[in-house]
């Protein structure tokens, strides 16, 4: 899907958010996409809704006097991300080079929720009336790219202050994510076995070029020496468990359940930690090859075959996970007792440690391309946050368990607080900022969760699968019965939520 949007409309983004940040919302909703491209008063739209004979004072003030903007971090809804789709989907259909706020206003009416909808039907607006009164404007817009400069698949080339940290820059992010998720397809047919697309850097790098220096930004690289006399390698202790991988469905009322499940993995010994590729194809994986070393592995979903990825023996990769915009993937390095941030090329040639200062790390995420999120070891563990490029780390939280993940949709981190004993809670992270909201309460006693593209939690009991929404709570999932398969733990989702992998005990 082509994602070009207009000055006006990265704006009217930014007044969603700053809508829905001023009703204290956790996520920006259709609604408040609504009342940001209503306050824009772009134009365009302008001129349409008065073709209509619709007036703006009908509608109540908080529709249309949203804030200019807002710098913090806030999800979209999974039915806000529909809004988003059609609206890029109305604009094509209308021959428009580009999205404006103004075809929002057309996504809230054919992909809305009820509340949003509701507005517009009370106000008097058809949503096809509106798009054949766009599409009867000429798009005369006279800032488009001349020939030789960024392509129409460049987001917001148009639009000024788009620089990091940037209002504009943080909304351009979390829709792209938004819509990558939930709209992209699957790599093309003729890329080579393994190989991921690479997206273009979004801070002036060159493609191509590696993006991380060959030593740490943090300092030079570390210095390992023998392991310790009491040194034990954690794969000397890793239990037997087994990754099974299915297809996760969705009714027609949003309920989610799991058919078709294969044991990808069937063997006895410690198969674990699976993270997808970002076009959704393979599986990456932590497998023990002995007593006491692990290696990264890939499974095949068209196929089912298993390659083993790194070769390593003098050290253990755990908890592999794709870099963003890059055909290399992280993992825990474990050498001689050290556990250190390390980089694989997706042929599995070792790139090299990421960070020289933060150890020993126990898992990861990556909120972007540069930042990411690690549990480091300790007492007490710590959630630190790092820049890949910069250097610079920070501690921003204690006591997480062990499962981080990117919120899909934004560049927030999601991760547990171990509070006290039975009391932990899902909490969001701003990277940029280091501050922290709780989102939900976990299973008591559990801890390894999942996100779908559309935003629920998944999570295991036992043998059970269940779902968090911020509407209904903690629901079950049904999940085909198995004799062969002991209690879930770690899960993943395919970035377009068509598939789940699930760590179950052998």
Not at 12 to 40: D, F
Not at 205 to 226: K, L, N, Q, S
Request: hydrophobic share 40%; charged share 20%; proline share 9%.
């Amino acid at each position: 899907m082509t994602i070009n949007l207009a000055e006006d409309a990265i704006h009217a983004l930014n007044r969603a958010a700053a809508v829905a940040a001023r009703e204290a919302a956790e996520a920006t909703t259709p609604r408040h996409i609504l009342a940001g491209a209503i306050s824009q008063r772009d134009p365009v739209l302008l001129e349409a809704l008065a073709a209509l004979s619709l007036d703006l004072d009908a509608l109540p003030e908080p529709m249309r006097d949203a804030p200019e903007t807002y710098g913090g971090h806030l999800p979209f809804t999974s039915p806000a991300h529909e809004v988003l789709a059609a609206a890029i989907k109305a604009s094509t259909a209308a021959g428009h080079d580009r999205t404006g706020s103004a075809h929002f206003l057309v996504g809230v009416a054919t992909a809305g929720d009820e509340e949003s909808r509701a507005v517009l039907e009370e106000w008097g607006m058809d949503g096809d009336a509106l798009a054949a009164a766009l599409a009867a404007q000429t798009d005369d817009d006279s800032d488009e790219p001349e020939a030789g400069g960024e392509g129409p698949d460049t987001a917001a080339s148009d639009t000024p202050d788009v620089g990091a940290g940037s209002p504009a820059a943080t909304i351009v992010t979390a829709l792209l994510l938004a819509l990558c998720l939930a709209c992209a397809p699957d790599a093309p047919p003729d890329t080579p076995p393994g190989d991921d697309p690479v997206a273009t850097p979004a801070d002036g790098r060159v493609p191509g070029e590696d993006p991380f220096a060959a030593t740490p930004a943090d300092g030079p690289a570390p210095e390992i020496g023998p392991a310790p006399d009491d040194y034990t390698p954690t794969a000397a202790g890793a239990p037997s468990t087994d990754i099974w991988v299915g297809w996760l469905d969705r009714a027609a009322d949003g309920t989610l359940s799991v058919r078709d499940l294969v044991n990808a993995t069937d063997r006895d010994g410690y198969d674990n930690q699976p993270s997808f590729n970002p076009a959704g194809t393979a599986i990456y994986y932590t497998a023990g090859v002995d007593a006491t070393q692990t290696e990264t592995f890939r499974y095949r979903l068209d196929g089912g075959a298993v390659e083993q990825v790194t070769h390593s023996p003098d050290a253990s990769e755990f908890s592999p996970t794709l870099i963003p915009g890059q055909d290399a993937f992280s993992a825990i390095h474990e050498v001689r007792g050290l556990q250190y941030l390390w980089r694989y090329g997706t042929d599995g040639s070792e790139l090299g440690p990421i960070f020289a200062t933060v150890e020993p790390v126990g898992y990861h995420a990556w909120a972007d391309d540069r930042t990411a999120a690690m549990f480091v070891l300790g007492d007490p563990p710590t959630l630190q946050v790092g820049d890949a490029l910069s250097g610079e780390v920070r501690t921003v939280a204690e006591n997480p368990g062990r499962s981080i993940h990117r919120i899909p949709g934004t560049a927030g981190i999601s991760f547990v607080r171990k509070v006290a004993d039975g009391d932990w809670w899902i909490e969001r992270l701003d990277p940029a900022t280091g501050s922290t909201a709780p989102i939900a309460q976990t299973l008591p006693g559990r801890e390894d969760y999942a996100w779908t593209p559309t935003g629920e939690i998944l999570m295991g009991d036992g043998t059970a699968l269940h779902a968090w929404t911020a509407d209904a709570g903690w629901t079950g999932v049904a999940v085909p019965a198995r004799d062969d398969a002991g209690d879930i733990s770690r899960l993943a989702v395919s970035p377009d939520g068509s598939r789940i992998a699930m760590v179950r005990a052998r």
